[in-house]
């Protein structure tokens, strides 16, 4: 019997994207001759897991299956997020999660933990020198506020924390798919990619991978236990290395439909839910949750005097490399036409998370309160992410990128002034005191040539009041 935990890069998932995303944990039966149960879990760290009904079920099924039991654990990804209720500090705290929540249980139940690195993400360079770094699990020291999350190697912690608790004669076995995954990905260069998921057609997911992938990471598992975890060796099926040829095309869903685009009519945009809202320049403002988004009752808004307070709960939405998920008041403006966007932004709550994120945005593409899967238009964006280490940032050609920036608190009563100027020349963004125009020079006009979408959004867990909204159009 074979138990799994883990993050996404090990989790099963549901998806319609264009090649779907897929963890190791689900292929692991087919490289290994044994049961397998996966708890794995997208999303979570070796910290928070603990606290799912995916765990609790861990602990009750752990070593009660009458035969031989091994807990392959797979986290690493998630404990590097600087927030507090999923970061472990690779100096320690990590290794401490690991041996706490996971090896000594299973030890105590006679269970062999055989604990993975975690996999390499997939860097844009593909060379050597760009996995000495976050591709890697080589993090550096962050300070938010007056919180510090310590840099250092997950990777070489969990080697470090194996040899060391085997020469204390505790049996614990180890893959390095770190290291291998590494190894496979220079090998093959631009192929490398193949490994991975696509949200659309162009929507390279770096960090998930897909059938293909998952199958090479457990053969990877299954063929390097020989040397470092000899007794889950004993399971492997010896099968030959998944390739290319005989693997990728399975990964492509062949359901997927590529989205086409409908600008919204204006009485498709007057049928919504929740109220508009006039300023006294005349402009009327309307509201869509749209994108990666769940439940819509999650986004709400309410006004005060002169002012739009936009709230979401319960992890929904995000601004994330692989897809966006927000609540946006907006107004259309003709493509081409000049424009100064502007508001005072005051956060009501913040709860620390890399995706959550607030500010002005002018889009390409707008949507009535959907569910979109896949990476949407591109965008510019006068507002934080990454908890205020990302400030004034865009999506171009459906990939984000970011201006260079200082870190802004994102504090509770905080207020910030932002401005979006839009020129024949491109998108000038201001958000408190820092101003970028450099990279912000596209047109916004490749779904929708006729519009674009400019307003204020948040996104994930936040509440943000907007006062003194303006725009003036020339």
């Known amino acids: ?26 292929e692991l039966k087919n490289y290994f001759d044994s049961e397998v149960v996966n708890y794995a879990v997208s999303g979570a760290s070796s910290k928070d897991f603990v606290t799912m009904k995916e765990y609790r079920a861990l602990m009750d099924d752990l070593g009660k299956s009458g035969e031989s039991e091994f807990l392959i654990i797979g986290f690493g990804h998630n404990d590097q997020k600087t927030e507090p209720g999923r970061f472990t500090d690779p100096n320690g705290g990590f ?15 006679n269970v062999v933990p055989v604990v993975c690195t975690p996999i390499a993400r997939l860097s844009v360079e593909n060379t050597p020198e760009s996995y000495n770094g976050p591709c890697g699990h ?3 020291t962050v ?6 999350y310590p840099g250092g190697d997950y990777a070489q912690a969990i080697r470090n924390m194996v040899k060391r608790l085997n020469s204390c004669g505790l049996h614990v076995e180890m893959i390095d798919l770190t290291a291998a995954t590494i190894k496979e990905n220079l090998q093959l260069g631009e192929k490398a990619k193949a490994l991975h998921s696509y949200t659309g057609k162009t929507g390279l997911d770096r960090t998930h991978t897909n059938v293909y992938g998952a199958k090479l990471n457990a053969w990877l598992i299954s063929s390097l236990a020989v040397k470092t975890a000899p007794m889950l060796a004993k399971l ?16 492509i869903n062949k ?43 999650d986004f709400s808004v309410k006004r005060e005097d002169d002012s739009l307070v936009l709230c979401v709960e319960n992890n929904n939405g995000k601004i994330a490399e692989g897809s966006d998920g927000l609540f946006f008041y907006y107004v259309p403006i003709h493509a081409g036409v000049p424009f100064t966007l502007s508001a005072k932004a005051q956060i009501k709550r913040f709860e620390s998370n890399d995706q959550v994120s607030f500010g002005l945005m002018v889009r390409d593409d707008l949507y009535i309160d959907q569910r979109v899967g896949e990476t949407m238009g ?22 984000l990128f970011f201006s260079p920036s200082s870190p802004e608190s994102v504090a509770s009563g905080a207020e910030y002034e932002m401005e979006i100027r839009g020129t024949s020349d491109g998108y000038a963004l201001t958000f408190a005191s820092q101003s970028a125009t450099a990279g912000f020079d596209y047109p916004l006009t490749s779904v929708d040539s006729d519009f674009v979408y400019a307003g204020f959004y948040v996104a994930r867990n936040v509440e943000v009041k907007f006062d003194n909204i303006s725009l003036k159009v020339t």
């Open 1 to 26: 019997m074979i138990r799994v935990v883990g993050d996404s890069t090990v989790s099963s998932f549901n998806d319609s994207y264009y090649i779907p995303r897929q963890g190791y944990g689900e």
């Open 95 to 109: 290794e401490s999660s690991l041996i706490e929540n996971y090896i000594k249980p299973a030890l105590a139940r």
């Open 138 to 140: 080589i993090t550096p």
């Open 255 to 297: 359901d997927y439909v590529e989205r086409t685009y409908s600008a919204p009519t204006l009485e498709q945009m007057n049928c919504v839910f929740r109220s508009s809202f006039t300023d006294s320049d005349g402009n009327i403002w309307r509201g869509s949750a749209f994108g990666d988004i769940g439940n819509l009752s």
């Open 378 to 399: 591109d965008y510019v964006a006068a507002g934080v992410l990454k908890q205020g280490n990302a400030v004034n940032f865009g999506r171009k050609s459906g990939n």
């Open 236 to 251: 492997s099926l010896g099968l030959e290395k998944p390739s290319y040829e005989k693997f990728f095309e399975m990964s």
């Open 143 to 148: 300070v938010i506020g007056d919180k510090t």
